[in-house]
């Protein structure tokens, strides 16, 4: 479904992706793993039209899409949970979770309309009404995670989902992805929380100062010793 | 769910009609030219600070350029009086596309790079004032330095033979922009704008073409703000660029704004109300000066105590009824 080839982004004359190459195929999740600053996040950007291409391409189905807008993203079936979730602090859960909706096609899709996101986090109906900005973390994640949702998308892509959040909030958000996963959704999980994140996956990546230094199964990639090391950076 | 939104809305709606339709049947009893005059500015006002904040309220672009609109709306007026003999109807069309026009070229220029985001943005605005009054100054068929007699031009047309004539032009179009920012606060496109203002990054990702959408609004905004020029040119009966072009303009409407709120539609039109009604009252003092200190006091005071503005600071309770409304109404 997707296929990343050859792909560089440099910011300047700094290189944040030195040709990357990676495939996700149609219903499998696949975690993109690394530590901070190896390029998770601007591998992510890039796929979702926010982060300039310097060479390279990204394919969705075939179709080369490194340099469409960012805003046709919902018509390719692409949604993403941003890094730090994002939403818009000054709106209500309802009007976030509507913005969802926004484009023609994510509305064709999401024919339920609001009542997925409710469904799935029944305290977001109750909570409908109050601002983005004044719940917890936890609870903002949700609202993100059901933004991305409700045009029901063929490809999610979740961007740290468990950062800055406590232990037992990020034990409730990875239920809800493996609830997700479950589902026929195709999943790209970018996480630093490593073990989390390989043992839902079906595949990972592992990126190491812009390159992939290593992938495999989730299981092979949890056993392996190399994955510690070039977490590290000692590759 | 929906049947509750539907009859909050049909309820704004009748209100901004009621309100207008109220105000016009009133005319003929306000008898003094001064009252009438003083309604004429109170609804000019309402108009600007509900343009204004269409577009820069919503996205969250500050624009001082409002007044340029205006002034663009006023000028095309005067020149259209001067030089033709159309009816009024076509004048004010001409003043509020011309004022579109000049917001579609100076958008899509600004907006074209995020590097004029943000602050960025209310410079350019401001620099395009400049350019705009150094234009109008030297090109003679608008006004070429000496200003513009626009009294006579109107004699024995419909609008210029009296105030109260150009009260209700100014009231229809105050209550047309207000339908304007009623639509933005209900709708899928109101929705997105606040999502620029938000975060235009994830409002991108969303699907929300966020380029055309500020270049649009940007452009409804001046053009709101081109119409309400119109009456005016006849009712100052003299037009130069330093009583149309005033910097007080953009200043008093972000007051305005700032102070009514902009969490409810029509917290705008409460600040404009307030601002004009409070300047008034402020005339029996006697000294410009002392009032406009008294203004600026009472301003950053109401800043202080009530950082929502007035319409986001009543009890939820009062704008219950509203609320699902203001939330959006598509689903």
């Known amino acids: 479904m997707l296929e990343v080839r050859d792909l560089v982004v440099n910011y300047g004359e700094a290189a944040a992706l030195r040709g990357v190459d990676m495939t996700v195929r149609s219903g499998e999740t696949v975690s993109l793993i690394g530590a901070n600053g190896a390029g998770k996040s601007t591998l992510v950007k890039a796929l979702m039209g926010m982060q300039p291409v310097t060479s390279g391409s990204v394919l969705l189905d075939g179709e080369d899409i490194s340099r469409r807008q960012a805003s046709d993203r919902p018509k390719l079936g692409m949604a993403i949970v941003p890094e730090g979730r994002r939403l818009f602090k000054d709106m209500s859960v309802k009007d976030n979770l509507r913005l969802g909706l926004h484009d023609a096609a994510a509305r064709r899709r999401g024919a339920d309309g609001l009542d997925l996101a409710y469904d799935l986090f029944p305290i977001l109906r109750k909570r409908s009404r109050q601002l983005c900005g004044t719940m917890s973390g936890g609870e903002q994640q949700m609202v993100a995670l059901g933004r991305a949702l409700v045009s029901r998308p063929r490809l999610l892509i979740l961007d740290e989902p468990s950062l800055g959040l406590a232990p037992i909030v990020v034990a409730q958000v990875f239920e809800v992805i493996e609830a997700v996963v479950a589902q026929d959704v195709t999943v790209l999980l970018a996480e630093q929380n490593m073990h989390r994140a390989l043992s839902l996956s079906d595949r990972g990546y592992v990126l190491a100062d812009g390159s992939v230094v290593l992938e495999g199964t989730g299981t092979e990639l949890l056993q392996s010793d190399r994955v510690r090391t070039a977490y590290l950076g000692e590759s | ?331």
């Open chain 2, 1 to 331: 769910m929906n049947a509750r939104i539907d009859r909050a809305l049909a309820g704004n709606v009748g209100g901004i009609v009621g309100c207008a339709v109220l105000a016009i049947a009133l005319v003929p009893t306000l008898g003094s030219d001064y009252v009438v005059a003083f309604g004429f500015q109170f609804v000019t006002w309402i108009a600007l600070a509900l343009s204004w904040s269409l577009f820069s309220g919503n996205s969250g672009y500050a624009s001082f350029g409002h007044g340029v609109f205006f002034g663009v709306g006023t000028y095309a007026t005067a020149a259209m009086l001067r030089h033709t003999d159309v009816p009024f109807v076509v004048v004010l069309v001409v003043a509020g596309v011309s004022a579109a026009v000049l917001a579609v070229i100076v958008g899509l220029a600004v907006f074209s790079s995020p590097r004029f985001a943000g602050d960025l943005f209310g410079l350019i605005t401001l620099a395009m004032a400049f350019i705009v009054i150094t234009v109008v100054s030297n090109l003679a068929f608008l006004d070429g330095g000496t200003g513009v007699f626009v009294r006579e031009q109107a004699v024995g047309s419909w609008i210029g033979s009296s105030t109260g004539n150009l009260f209700i032009v100014g009231t229809l179009i105050a209550a047309g922009t207000a339908l304007v920012a009623l639509a933005a606060s209900v709708s899928r496109w109101g929705a997105a704008l606040r999502s620029i203002r938000d975060d235009e990054g994830v409002a991108e990702s969303l699907g929300v073409p966020t380029y055309r959408y500020k270049v649009l609004t940007f452009a409804v905004s001046a053009g709101l703000a081109g119409l309400a020029g119109a009456p005016q040119a006849i009712f100052l009966g003299y037009v130069e660029v330093g009583a149309v072009f005033t910097l007080n303009i953009p200043l008093l409407v972000i007051m305005m704004t700032i102070l009514g709120g902009i969490t409810r539609w029509w917290g705008p039109l409460v600040g404009a109300a307030s601002v004009v009604v409070v300047r008034e009252l402020l005339l029996d003092i006697g000294s410009p000066e002392l009032s406009q200190i008294i203004l600026g006091a009472v301003f950053v005071l109401v800043i202080a105590l009530l950082p929502h503005g007035i319409s986001g600071s009543l009890p939820r309770s009062l704008t219950r009824r509203k609320a699902p409304a203001t939330e959006g109404a598509h689903r």
